[in-house]
């Protein structure tokens, strides 16, 4: 039987560690206007992410960004974001540690928690060892069988708005440490997704839907057609296998829906569009 390898069981609680998890609700108003523009607000998509003073790994640490912590974004210097923290530390990070909320596991899993959880009679934690892809379900009902069906109802829904590779569910008693049953859920997705490097503004959107995965950039005005398409093409290297399609919608800062590119990449080739938002 396999042991949560922590001292207690209330240890392993998701939502124990408040400095690691970003909650859904509103975040928090900033008392001051501050003093820069901010371009939009992001999220830290790796734990121990080095935040560094100047746009370069020779430069020193001002602080190390957990998986989750909120930044806001205010420049990029050749694929490094200049960021603000919510304790009004500033400094330097590479464009692909950070990205939309939907991105961050400690963030989706909180939101789970909170919406999700609710509805079931049950309690889920994390080990600490393969985050994400094992999970503890605590639960009274005594049935196994009717135990294993909410676990499976729970894994669907969580691989849906968490984690879409592959699940293993331990179903413990509470107070208990050592797992009673087990389930294993099948991947429904691709587990790993690529952030690329941003040259120019910054990530604003990336959603994957099966094998295709569509990206979405806001950049400075003033870059020349040459500048979007090859920051389109960078952007698109980054989806090889097992992606069989790239899209890239480049549009200006601000809440603009217009499009200055559209570049498109799959098993024919490249194809891309300046000022329209897709192909004809």
């Not at 209330?10 to 939502?15: D, I, P, S, T, V």
């Not at 601000?254 to 004809?280: H, I, M, P, Q, V």
Request: positive net charge; hydrophobic residues 35%; proline residues 5%.
């Amino acid at each position: 039987m396999k042991r949560l390898l922590i001292i207690s069981l209330f240890g392993l609680l998701l939502f124990s560690c408040v400095n690691k998890v970003t909650k859904t609700n509103a975040p928090k108003e900033t008392p001051q206007k501050p003093a820069y523009s901010v371009w939009t607000t992001a999220y830290v998509l790796k734990d121990h992410v080095l935040l560094r003073k100047g746009p370069g790994k020779k430069f020193p640490t001002v602080t190390t960004l957990q998986d989750g912590d909120q930044v806001r974004i205010i420049r990029n210097k050749h694929g490094w974001y200049k960021v603000v923290t919510d304790k009004n530390k500033s400094g330097w990070i590479r464009s692909n540690f950070v990205g939309p909320r939907n991105l961050s596991r400690t963030v989706m899993a909180a939101a789970f928690n909170d919406s999700i959880m609710n509805h079931f009679d049950a309690k889920l934690y994390i080990d600490k060892n393969h985050p994400y892809q094992v999970i503890y379900l605590e639960t009274t009902e005594k049935n196994i069988g009717k135990a294993k069906k909410i676990a499976r109802t729970i894994g669907k829904a969580y691989q849906q708005k968490v984690y879409p590779g592959k699940v293993t569910i331990n179903l413990i008693r509470p107070h208990q440490t050592k797992y009673f049953t087990q389930v294993v859920l099948k991947p429904r997705g691709l587990a790993k997704i690529p952030v690329p490097i941003i040259e120019y503004g910054y990530l604003e959107k990336l959603i994957v839907k099966g094998k295709t995965v569509r990206l979405q950039v806001r950049v400075p005005n003033g870059l020349s057609r040459k500048a979007l398409l090859t920051l389109a093409r960078k952007i698109s290297s980054a989806y090889a296998y097992p992606f069989t399609k790239s899209e890239v919608l480049v549009r200006p800062m601000g809440a603009s829906k217009k499009c200055l590119l559209y570049f498109l990449e799959d098993k024919y080739g490249e194809d891309y569009t300046f000022g329209k938002c897709a192909l004809k």
